[in-house]
């Protein structure tokens, strides 16, 4: 996409409609210049796009036009179905504007890579429960039989590749790890119409294929342009904003509860329960107060065998630490989890408080969503 077939379109005075604006002829013939004769199907789709998305049709018409323009210099069709690209319209609350914002699904990025004729094969795919066994990190090696249909939960994502020259990489990405990545740079991920939850598994797999390409992958003049304009708004060919970006140095509330019990917690017992919840961005936080408490923790000496062990008594840990505990709960499950540790009346009373108050909390966001929609899609 030129700075030229841009910049000539936003000329003009004042904005017309989505639909106005791609039945002009000064825009059909910029199509007509990349696509050839397929430019009249293609901007056809563009405008069926917009008639069945109220917030794409209400966006800047020239952030759906460069969008469109972009999809089109990369040869990729814009239809949600494929999963190729998409143009999708974001309601900009900071800037009070509604635009159109293009990305590329996982599907478009593999595309993108085969064309550069460097890749002998490539693909992502979904893990599930019944054929991953195990990931090793530092050899890049997934134990997983991928011979069996995958049935059960989704535990990760892998993204493979391997080069005409005999490089190949593999990588992978457990569920958690892309939960903890989308919540932490995508301001729409807790969105209820967001694509992350209409549709995790194509986000996550885009997510992940995307990291691999742009970290080990070779990158064709195309591809990181794609890289580029992707989950973005584009405004020309060189000025491009980013509204879903969240910047990862702001913590999100679930991190700063996460980095107060670490801070709360008196024993390694308590430290060690956390273990599984603990984000990448607090390991150094957990490292060093695990180092802590494991020097002072007393060594226990046992001088001789005793003729009857006596039946290990587990430490009651205190109200304060098991509050934060409660407070971190987010599902009932996780709520219910705790059932055994409310030893005293005090910590009963207050997760029976609690476990209500998220009932009736769930309640009301079912009912809230039944009635209203956001209509946002997040990226990621």
């Known amino acids: 996409m030129s700075n030229q077939q841009t910049t000539a379109v936003q000329q003009q005075s004042t904005k017309p409609s989505v639909k106005a604006l791609f039945e002009r002829a000064d825009v059909g013939k910029r199509f007509a210049e990349v696509l050839g004769k397929r430019a009249p199907q293609f901007v056809t789709s563009i405008l069926q796009l917009a008639a069945s998305d109220k917030v794409l049709a209400n966006a800047d018409p020239y952030t759906v036009y460069n969008a469109a ?7 990729l069709p814009v239809n949600k179905n494929l999963g190729f690209a998409w143009i999708i319209g ?6 009070g504007t509604t635009e159109a914002q293009f990305q590329l699904g996982y599907k478009g990025y593999i595309q993108l890579a085969q064309r550069t004729g460097q890749y002998a094969k490539i693909n992502c795919v979904e893990v599930y429960g019944n054929q991953f066994k195990g990931w090793n990190a530092l050899t890049e090696e997934l134990d997983a ?20 020259n005999g490089y190949e990489k593999t990588v992978y990405w457990s569920t958690e790890k892309v939960r903890v990545h989308a919540n932490r740079f995508s301001k729409t991920f807790r969105f209820n119409d967001s694509t992350w939850k209409s549709d995790f598994d194509a986000m996550a797999k885009k997510t992940v294929l995307k990291n691999t390409l742009s970290t080990w992958g070779i990158l064709s003049v195309e591809l990181q342009n794609a890289l580029k304009v992707d989950q973005a708004v584009i405004k020309n060919e060189e000025e491009v904003d980013y509204p879903d970006y969240q910047d990862a140095n702001v913590l999100t509330k679930e991190e700063e509860r996460m980095m107060q019990m670490i801070d709360a ?10 273990a599984p919840n603990v984000m990448e961005s607090m390991g150094e936080r957990y490292r060093n107060k695990l180092d802590k408490l494991s020097a002072e923790t007393p060594v226990v000496v046992i001088e001789e065998p005793k003729p009857k062990k006596a039946s290990a008594v587990k430490p009651e840990i205190s109200f304060e630490y098991f509050k934060m505990k409660v407070d971190s709960c987010k599902t009932y499950q996780e709520y219910q989890a705790l059932l055994s540790e409310a030893k005293d009346q005090e910590k009963q009373d207050y997760l029976g408080k609690k476990m209500n108050e998220f009932v009736e909390s769930e309640m009301d966001k079912e009912a809230l969503d039944s009635n209203n929609s956001i209509g946002l899609f997040a990226n990621e």
């Open 69 to 75: 323009m972009t999809a089109a210099s990369l040869d």
């Open 90 to 95: 974001y309601k900009n609350n900071s800037k």
């Open 265 to 274: 917690a008196e024993t390694l017992e308590e430290l060690q329960a956390l």
């Open 145 to 164: 039989d991928f011979t069996i249909d995958g049935t059960g939960p989704v535990v990760g994502y892998c993204a493979y590749f391997r080069l005409l």
